[in-house]
């Protein structure tokens, strides 16, 4: 029979896990965290079958133990195929990043295989990944395409990208002195289903349900159904199932729901995976004849100036306001002087951003004044006429109800 144990988290209920690793220097911070246990990222939906073959009898755990089977694990060898599917309700990512610099800018000076830019795909659509890890310093990630491949290698101090489709190279180097979690997890990037359930773990502080919801088999293998749903009204995300290997305490499987219902927002999981050592070669990488090679200082280079801008405009805006918590967090920041919010009247978008964003955009009025909310399926963003923005994952009745509080 399928465990249904359950328990209500508090504070030390994700006790254990990790935490998000590592800042933003070079080359490091597009390290993918592959040694952990399976994709995603992205971001996180995923065809619902996943090799499945029926919910197998496994003994009872309860949420706790579950819990703490993830914090415990140490599998650090790995190998097999995912697939991701994202879908947060917004046009696909690719190439849009570049719309909303000047002139184009965004697409001067970048290798084709700068991972900074490959890795953005990922927030939508849905792609087929190849993974191997052996340890904290031999990861590989391979983005499959029906005529192309891109791949991400990691080993020891080098870092390797190559697309196929464009013959182009990026590499770099890790800087000495490092430690190997910095190595490993960069901020931002949660490319596994461990990753992404650790963050989700994070958010069991109290306003967190935490079940286990029965059996599943992910990729042939045995697992526990960890379900996580915010008790609190007014989330975007409606729940949260994470597949757990039963043997090792691997996260096999990770799919969010949002709470408007419909399809998953991301659905990340393994279709074949084996945790034996990979092969050495996995790692090696030389780059092909022919091939165009750009060192990671080198594309830093090109976009340093546009980088230092951006830099100067961000840190215009006042300190960040949080409103709420747990699931309802809001943030609120403030422009200088509020300042009223570009746009492609005033030449500070360009006209197809402006497009996009005001696809998403619907006009609010209340306490705090008048402004825009734009949407997507997860996270949602108030900015008002008069130079704040609130955003957080809540509807838009939350980020209206939160901005009103603020005055």
Do not use: C
């Amino acid at each position: 029979m399928a465990p249904n144990d359950s328990a209500d988290t508090n504070g030390s209920a994700a006790q254990g896990t990790t935490g998000a690793g590592a800042g933003r220097r070079k080359a490091v911070r597009y390290i993918v965290p592959v040694a952990v246990a399976g994709v995603a990222a992205a971001t996180i939906g995923l065809v619902p079958a996943l090799a499945s073959s029926g919910d197998p009898d496994l003994p009872k755990i309860t949420a706790q133990e579950l819990i703490e089977k993830i914090a415990a694990s140490d599998t650090q060898q790995l190998s097999g195929t995912v697939k991701i599917s994202t879908d947060l309700g917004i046009p696909s990512m690719g190439g849009l990043a570049g719309s909303f610099a000047p002139d184009g800018a965004g697409d001067k000076g970048s290798a084709s295989a700068d991972p900074q830019q490959k890795l953005t795909e990922l927030a939508s659509g849905t792609h087929t990944l190849r993974v191997a890890a052996d340890g904290p310093d031999k990861q590989r990630l391979s983005i499959l395409d029906d005529a192309s491949e891109y791949s991400l290698i990691h080993n020891g101090d080098q870092v390797w990208a190559y697309d196929s489709k464009s013959n182009a190279v990026y590499h770099a180097e890790n800087e000495a002195g490092r430690s190997k979690e910095r190595q490993t997890a960069p901020e931002g990037v949660p490319t596994t289903p461990k990753a992404l359930a650790e963050q989700a773990l994070k958010a069991a502080d109290g306003t967190t349900s935490v079940t286990v919801d029965g059996t599943a088999q992910v990729a042939g293998r045995d697992a526990y159904r960890l379900v996580i749903k915010p008790e609190q009204s007014g989330s975007t995300i409606g729940s949260i199932t994470v597949a757990v290997d039963a043997e090792n305490g691997v996260p096999l499987k990770f799919t969010l729901r949002p709470s408007s219902g419909g399809k998953a927002a991301v659905d990340a999981g393994f279709t074949t995976v084996d945790f034996g050592k990979p092969d050495a070669s996995s790692f090696s990488f030389t780059p092909p004849k022919g091939a165009e090679v750009t060192e990671a200082d080198e594309a830093e280079g090109h976009g340093k100036a546009e980088a230092e801008k951006a830099m100067g405009d961000l840190s215009a805006f006042e300190g960040m306001n949080v409103i709420g918590k747990g699931w309802n967090t809001v943030a609120e920041i403030k422009t200088p002087g509020g300042a009223a919010l570009p746009s492609a009247e005033s030449g500070d978008v360009p006209a197809g951003a402006q497009q996009f964003l005001d696809a998403l955009g619907d006009k609010v009025t209340g306490k705090f004044g008048s402004g825009t909310v734009f949407k997507t399926r997860l996270v949602n963003a108030l900015m008002t006429d008069d130079g704040r923005v609130y955003v957080g994952a809540v509807t838009k009745d939350a980020l209206v109800n939160a901005a009103n509080q603020a005055g």
